[in-house]
């Protein structure tokens, strides 16, 4: 039953990767790089340090029939790549719109790895959404530069909670239409 909710998610082709839904056993490699205290505090909600549990909750959500965020794995073996090198979600919010989430392993860091795949699931815009939303913490330019590359335009600033820093972090929000 998990797996038909789950596998309501395409499979996005992207440039240097494909995006697929999380499967069971990306959850070693989710723990490797989310417990990684760089990526946790460039995150809203991972934790640091990991505490035990928290990648198998993680996928749980993921494959909950009522789930309001779609989470796809950076999966790039099919061009020499390794299987997991980051996570792109979709959390969905009302009026047909979406905040997009993402974040890339260390090891992929300045590659272009994010810049290639956004676009695609952009293009394939999977919700069927008018609207897609993102933030980004003001200390990271890197991501903010990804968004604006792919055509998101910035609406201001404002403040969010990182649980990884247990305090609220200056974002920079933007939005990119989608749709007329």
């Known amino acids: 039953m998990k797996m ?4 309501q ?19 070693g490699m989710i723990e490797m790089y989310s417990g990684d205290e760089r990526v946790a505090r460039m995150t809203r909600s991972v934790p640091h340090p990991m505490p035990p549990g928290a990648a198998d909750a993680y996928i749980e959500r993921a494959f ?19 299987e997991v090198m980051g996570i792109v979600s979709l959390q969905r919010m009302d ?3 979406t905040e997009i989430r993402y974040w890339v392993a ?7 790895l994010a810049s290639s795949t956004i676009p695609a699931l952009l293009a394939a815009n999977p919700n069927e959404n008018e609207t897609i939303f993102a933030e980004v913490f003001q200390d990271n330019p890197a991501s903010a530069r990804v968004l604006t590359n792919c055509g998101f335009q910035y609406l201001g600033d ?3 909670f990182s649980v990884a820093r247990n305090a609220n972090v200056p974002t920079w929000t933007y939005s990119k239409r989608l749709k007329s």
């Open 106 to 112: 260390p090891a992929y860091w300045n590659t272009g």
């Open 64 to 82: 909950a029939q009522d789930r309001v965020e779609d989470i796809w794995v950076m999966d790039g073996t099919s061009s020499g790549g390794a």
């Open 4 to 7: 038909e909710a789950i596998a």
């Open 158 to 160: 404002a403040e969010t």
């Open 9 to 27: 998610q395409q499979v996005i082709e992207a440039e240097r990767c494909v995006l697929r839904p999380l499967a069971y056993s990306d959850k």
């Open 95 to 97: 009026r047909n719109q």
